[in-house]
């Protein structure tokens, strides 16, 4: 999952534990920036920062940079700027997407779950079958008179954890 995507999920899992808080940050007192800061603050030291595309640190990050630490701020636009200039903030290495390989005797192949996670997203074009954001766990198998003709698996999708 891209890292702008984690930052908005966090972001909108922040607000939603605070009822009655405006989801738009334009609207927000210094103390919806503090209360949103506070909830988020075992969540803010894992975020990868400094590989979000310059594009969606302007578009996600900016209208809520009241939460992040002022160094840490000027970490980020500064390796926008001068990428090759020093700075202090901690630079967590990339995150390693972990492939799912489905044993040869599903029912299932890597294919059809890319483009299953796909529907599930809603998503116009198809997760590629190497990396799709959901885990697939097989339930149920079963056949008619032990002959492939009805073949058939009861899958339990479920979220990969990022963090």
């Known amino acids: 999952m891209e890292e702008a995507k984690i930052w908005k999920i966090i972001i909108e899992w922040g607000v939603a534990q605070n009822p009655g ?15 949103v800061k506070t909830t988020l603050q075992n969540c803010l030291p894992h975020i990868r920062y400094f590989q979000i595309p310059g594009v969606d640190v302007i578009d996600h990050l900016q209208p809520y940079r009241r939460i992040l630490d002022d160094n840490l701020w000027d970490d980020i636009m500064k ?9 202090s903030s901690v630079i967590l290495p990339s995150r390693v997407v972990l492939t799912q390989n489905l ?6 192949n890597e294919a059809h779950a890319a483009e299953i996670t796909s529907w599930i997203d809603k998503k116009a074009d198809a997760y590629s079958a190497t990396n799709y954001p ?3 766990k097989l ?8 002959l492939l003709l009805l073949h ?3 899958y339990v999708i479920s979220k990969r954890m990022l963090l």
């Open 79 to 87: 390796r926008l700027i001068s990428p090759s200039k020093p700075i």
């Open 134 to 136: 959901y885990e697939f």
């Open 21 to 35: 808080m405006s989801p738009d940050p334009k609207n927000w007192s210094n103390d919806n920036f503090l209360t």
């Open 139 to 146: 339930l149920l198998r079963g056949t008619r008179d032990g």
């Open 103 to 108: 044993p040869p005797s599903t029912i299932i």
């Open 152 to 154: 058939f698996g009861i």
